[in-house]
């Protein structure tokens, strides 16, 4: 098990691409704290995961808002009362405004950049004093930062991941030296139920577009699948990627390439 005696944080860790992250790492043997606003969520991801337990590690959760500064102090609260260093922690928490960019709101606007880029940002200063020894940092990203598709507006949106990845890239610099290590994944079109409820909102005509961009523009013929991201995520977060630090890694069935 390549992540043995290892302890993760997964935020937005309920559902959709954290909870698939957070089965991976705990069956490869880490503890894994997950951290989402719905307690009922969160209480049926822990029973789903408690399945995939291994090797004697454990899974918690935590209801916290981390798009709130009360939030991300009851996370640091949890993480340092634990008494373990913490090894792996997933900025994967987000929120998806897809609608124009004459339409956005300045409540959209401050919830994106709140959930999408400061929790991210604040939650992982606050944990630096808690990371142990070639700790890990992965942050949760998209192909929106780079490339945009045709009748699904995203200004705000891949203006938040956009910030991401400049961060992830400032904090490899800057957190180097300490032993950290700091990448983030950029997924294509993953069938979550974020991506499902978003598309709800587009009118008919733009959803058979959609479908009909998909078809032919991923090389893999299909959209992405929560558990494709498992692997390359384990990965970041094991000591495989010891020399692995500053990436930001295009997960998304080769749609970027071209």
Known sequence: MRLHGKRALVTGGSDGIGLAIAEAFLREG???????????????????LASEVKGGAAVETLSAD??????????????????????????????????????????QFQHSFALNVTAAFFLTQR?????????????????????????RPSSLYSLSKGALNSLTKSLAFELGPRGIRVNAIAPGTIDTAMRRKSIENLPAAAQD????????????????????????AVHLASDEAAWTSGGVFAIDGGYTAG
């Open 30 to 48: 880490a503890d894994v704290l997950i951290v989402g606003r719905d307690a009922g969520k969160l209480a049926t991801a822990r029973d789903a």
């Open 127 to 151: 944990l630096l004093p808690h990371f142990g020894a070639g700790a890990s940092i992965i942050n949760i990203s998209s192909y929106f930062a780079n490339k945009m598709i045709p009748n």
């Open 209 to 232: 577009e959609l479908k009909a961009h998909v078809e032919r523009s991923y090389p893999l013929g299909r959209i992405g699948r929560t558990g494709d991201l498992a692997g390359i």
């Open 66 to 107: 981390l798009a709130t500064g009360a939030g991300i102090d009851a996370t640091v609260a949890r993480v340092k009362a634990s008494g373990q260093l913490l090894d792996i922690l997933v900025n994967n928490a987000g929120v998806a405004y897809l609608v124009s960019f004459e339409t956005v709101s300045e409540a």
